[in-house]
């Protein structure tokens, strides 16, 4: 079985591609490669009912079975007739949802899928976490802080985050795992440190609250997005991986088809 994984389309934020250039080419592309699987790793558009409206339209255009987990500006709510919590909700009751249904492949794996929180500890620790809470340095503000409206706060959300991910690892405790999360969970994805704006915005990059699960859990494939890197590499018996497209003005050609080629990840079990 041939697993797709793809991360941070950002659909509506190219230049001059539209959203049905983006469909056509990852329709194109996973009939390419013979997926037969793909997780989407969250950050799909700024709109909840684009995003949900481009993963059924993958889904119909394909026949391929698409699940995925929504990513911070899935939740972005400023445009949308919903606040994030209802967003989230409305992300649930979706199928193609992972978040509370692990998805079972066979006898022997399973996909269990958490966006995860961003609980401020990547960042250099020269920062307070009052500091770090006012989520704005140099002049600019991390956007979630004004285009999502929980009303939690971020290290309670990661807490929250992990949770449910726990509680879904178990439930497919005797098999294989891909997990996959939005946010980073290895440090090692961070942007390298000393870094004169990353010292401070690593904060909202990724979680530690999800380190005890590749030791109790048996993960051996671990997809996140979020940081626009493509890079993967094994950590004791565990593949990590970060397939993020990322936006246009990030690619280092202007072929979309290149780039997403580039970016999924095909990950192969039997
Ligand atoms: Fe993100």
Redesign the pocket.
């Known amino acids: 079985m041939r697993i797709g994984a793809i991360s941070?389309l950002h659909i509506d934020r190219h230049k001059s591609l539209t959203p049905e250039d983006y469909l056509k080419i990852m329709v194109r592309t996973l009939q390419r490669e013979e997926v037969d699987l793909l997780l989407v790793a969250?950050?799909v558009s700024n709109n909840y009912k684009l995003t949900h409206q481009f993963l059924e339209q993958i889904e119909r255009q394909t026949s391929i079975t698409v699940k995925f987990i929504p990513?911070?500006?899935d939740f972005w709510s400023t445009d949308t007739d919903l606040n994030s919590n209802e967003i989230l909700e409305y992300y649930m009751k979706m199928d193609a949802c992972l978040i509370g249904k692990p998805f079972v492949i066979n006898d022997e794996w399973a996909i269990v899928g958490n966006t995860g929180w961003y609980d401020y500890t990547y960042a250099s620790p020269k920062f307070s976490l009052e500091r770090i809470a006012r989520r704005k340095y140099y002049g600019a503000t991390w956007q979630d802080k004004v285009k999502i409206d929980w009303e939690t706060e971020d290290q309670q959300l990661s807490k929250k985050a992990a949770k449910q991910a726990e509680k879904d690892l178990q439930a497919v405790k005797d098999k294989k795992v891909i997990l996959m999360t939005?946010v980073v969970t290895h440090p090692k994805f961070a942007v390298p440190m000393p870094h004169r704006i990353f010292d401070y915005f690593n904060a909202f990059i990724g979680t530690s609250d999800f380190n005890n699960f590749y030791e109790r859990f048996n993960i051996r494939h671990s997809i996140m997005?979020?940081v626009h890197f493509r890079s993967k590499f094994e950590e004791n018996g565990i593949m990590y991986y970060c397939p993020c497209l990322g936006y246009g003005r990030e690619w280092r050609t202007d072929n979309i088809e290149t780039e997403i080629d580039h970016a999924l990840e095909v990950i192969e079990i039997e």
């Open positions: 941070d969250g950050d990513g911070n500006h939005h997005g979020h």
